[in-house]
Structures are given as structure tokens and as C-alpha cells.
């Protein structure tokens, strides 16, 4: 199918590596669930509920179950096991009842407009509460008609922040947003908000600067790991917090010591480089031209965000960053570890953060020189 999709073509290694890793995890899962089926092979017959516990505890399909067991002449109480099988998701849907998630997309629908996302350019936003939903135990759903709060998305996680009543002095603290598209829906808890309200909202800058400073430092971390280990690197999953980073991408094998101190240098070097973090929207067509990084398996509208560290990286992105990455501080590696067949995590700090971590190295190295010295007199 690489003609119509060239991306296949693309990402053959990828693809095939994420396929084989299926296959190693499925042979996995029949191996335990044909342990515990042959413990039913002196049976007559197969009940809906032991049929249940094979396929919701070990992952063991029941069409394998009704084959097998029919090679050996034993029914398979279907009828009861889907039975046990819709009792089951109907305990998953919470007792049937909308989860916060669900009702947030109701909302969004029947508020009549969307929240213009507005945490590019601000933090702190006079707007109006659009929309008010009280969920009942002291949390309500919110649509402003702008938002500066950033819903988890594209590995960077949801700002922390407040919403105060302009009038009344109410302030609600946030719990969650919810992404819909290009809308979004706020969960907050506390009291005194409805619906017209001129309110202002409110992401502290001691949360969102360190945030974007380490999402900035990811796109760094990718490109330095593409140059020091090859091209075949992609990302493979990313978490985007104030307090530190996490990347994962694909690797066979983990860094050397070598590569660990070349990658962890190189985005040092770029930081200290000081280049213009510089962001633009284009049509798809032209990001790829521009040979933008694209995540694998990402839906990509007709125009995408592309964010561009001059020389060094260029990769579709929707999070917030910083202006140049001399605003990143230094660059520190915690941890480099394998989260599977093919694919490693690092985990990374920035700014604050790593000036901490360096001085704590420091003091360690201080006190075991003084100890070495302690020793020799």
C-alpha cells in the first residue's frame, strides 16, 4: 500500500518493529492462557465464567478458547460468557454512570462555541466563563472564550492554574482540561462561578516557563540522538512536565557512556548557542518539504504548527515553548533505561532543576575527595 501511502514506505522499520513487538507480547499471552486452559482439559464441558476469566485475566481470546476446546470435544458456554462479558464493560462505564471525560464532551457540544486557546502569547487572561456546568461535589466544567490553559496533548501535560471572579473574588482552582480538537473543556473545583461571569485565568509562570523550557529541550534531546546514534531514532512517546522531561524513542540498545556524555553535551552546546525558537503554521504539504520531524501514526489536520530551532530542529509540534534556548538553562540526563523490545526512555531536567541536580553532583564529588584526602593522613 506505499504507493497510496507513502509513509508506509517511510516508516517500514518502524512498523515493522512495532509489529514484531505485538507478536512477542501476543505469544506472551497464549502462552499463559494455554496454561491455564489446559488445566480444564479433564472437564466435559467449558463454563461462560471460566471462558470470562481467560479472556479478562490473561488476555486469551474466545474464539481460540471455542477452537480448543472443540479439538477436544468440549462445549463452550458462549452465551454465557458474553453475558459475563457486557456485565463487564458495564462496570468499566462506571456503573453506567458519564464519567468526568464524558460529560465534558457533552458539554463542549451544547455550550454553542469554542474556547480560543490563547497560551502561546499569555498567561494571565481577562475573558468571560462562556459556559458553566456544576457537576455536584464541589467541581464544574467551564468553557472560557479564551483560554490560556494548555490540555494535555503531544506529550506536554495540562497547565496547573486558577480562575477568579472578577466581582465576587471566588477562586477555583484547575483540575483537568480536556482536549476536543481544537476546543477544550476546564475542570475546576470550588464555588461562585456561573455562567456570563468576567472572570480572569490564571497559569503561573513559576509552572509554565520550566514546562516550556523542557518541552524546548525534547525537540533538542531528539535531534542530538538522531546525530549521535543515526536516523533510525524516532520518538517513541514523550511526557512534558515543569520538573522534568521524559522521552522515549526507538533504539535497539542502551547508550554508552560515550553517547550519554556526546548527546547530554551537544543540547548543552545548542543552549548555549542561544538560537531563536521560532514557530509558524503551514499546509502538511509544505511542512513536509521542509523535512519536518512527524510523529508516526499522528492524525495531522491540513495546516500543522511547526516548530524550528535554526539549523537543528524542525518537528510538528502544538506545545509551548520557549523563545531561545538560552532560556533553557543547563541540560542534565538523569536516567537512560530500555521500556522494551527496540525502545529506550530518558529522563531528563532543565533550568532550576538542573542547576540543582549538578550542584548536588558537586557536593557528592566535594565529599568523597575530602574523604579520599581524610584517608591518606
Known amino acids: 500500500m506505499g504507493d497510496a501511502y507513502p509513509e508506509l514506505r517511510e516508516h517500514a522499520e518502524e512498523i515493522e518493529r512495532v509489529v514484531r513487538l505485538e507478536e512477542e507480547r501476543f505469544r506472551e499471552t497464549l502462552a499463559r492462557g494455554m496454561k491455564e486452559f489446559d488445566e480444564l482439559a479433564d472437564k466435559e464441558s467449558i463454563s461462560g465464567e471460566e471462558a470470562f476469566v481467560l479472556a479478562a485475566t490473561y488476555g486469551f481470546p474466545i474464539e481460540l478458547t471455542v477452537e480448543l476446546a472443540e479439538e477436544r470435544g468440549q462445549p463452550v458456554d458462549v452465551d454465557r460468557f458474553r453475558e459475563l462479558m457486557e456485565e463487564h464493560r458495564e462496570v468499566s462505564r462506571a456503573g453506567g454512570e458519564k464519567s468526568d471525560l464524558q460529560r465534558a464532551a457533552d458539554f463542549a457540544q451544547s455550550a454553542g462555541f469554542r474556547s480560543e486557546f490563547v497560551g502561546y502569547e499569555k498567561t494571565d487572561v481577562l475573558t468571560e466563563l462562556g459556559a458553566a456546568d456544576e457537576l455536584g461535589n464541589g467541581t464544574f466544567l467551564a468553557k472560557l472564550r479564551e483560554s490560556p490553559f494548555y490540555p494535555d496533548g503531544g ?78 531514532v524516532k520518538q517513541a512517546g514523550s511526557a512534558v512536565r515543569p520538573d522534568k522531561l521524559r522521552f522515549d524513542f526507538s533504539h535497539t540498545q542502551a547508550l554508552s557512556a560515550d553517547e550519554r556524555e556526546r548527546v547530554e553535551r551537544i543540547v548543552n552546546e545548542k543552549v548555549f548557542e542561544a538560537i531563536p525558537v521560532r514557530t509558524f503554521v503551514t499546509p502538511i504539504a509544505e511542512a513536509r518539504k521542509l523535512g519536518a520531524m512527524m510523529l508516526f501514526g499522528e492524525k495531522y489536520g491540513d495546516e500543522v504548527r511547526v516548530v524550528e530551532i535554526d539549523g537543528f530542529s524542525r518537528e510538528l509540534c502544538g506545545g509551548t515553548h520557549v523563545r531561545s534556548t538560552a532560556e533553557i538553562g543547563p541540560f542534565a540526563i538523569l536516567n537512560e533505561a530500555s521500556v522494551g523490545s527496540g525502545a529506550r526512555r530518558i529522563e531528563a531536567v532543565t533550568s532550576g532543576e538542573a542547576w540543582a541536580v549538578l550542584h548536588g553532583r558537586s557536593r557528592e564529588l566535594d565529599d568523597v575527595r575530602c574523604r579520599a584526602r581524610a584517608g591518606t593522613t
Not at 506536554?156 to 477544550?184: C, H, K, M, P, W
Open 155 to 232: 506529550g506536554q501535560v495540562t497547565d496547573a492554574g486558577e480562575l477568579i471572579n472578577e466581582v465576587s473574588g471566588a477562586v477555583a482552582t484547575l483540575r483537568a482540561a480536556y482536549r476536543f480538537s481544537d476546543d477544550q473543556v476546564l475542570l475546576f473545583e470550588g464555588s461562585g462561578f456561573a455562567t456570563g461571569d468576567r472572570v480572569r485565568a490564571v497559569v503561573p509562570w513559576s509552572v509554565r516557563f520550566p514546562t516550556m523550557a523542557n518541552h524546548t529541550a525534547t525537540h533538542l534531546l531528539h535531534a542530538a540522538l538522531r546525530e549521535v546514534l543515526g536516523d533510525h
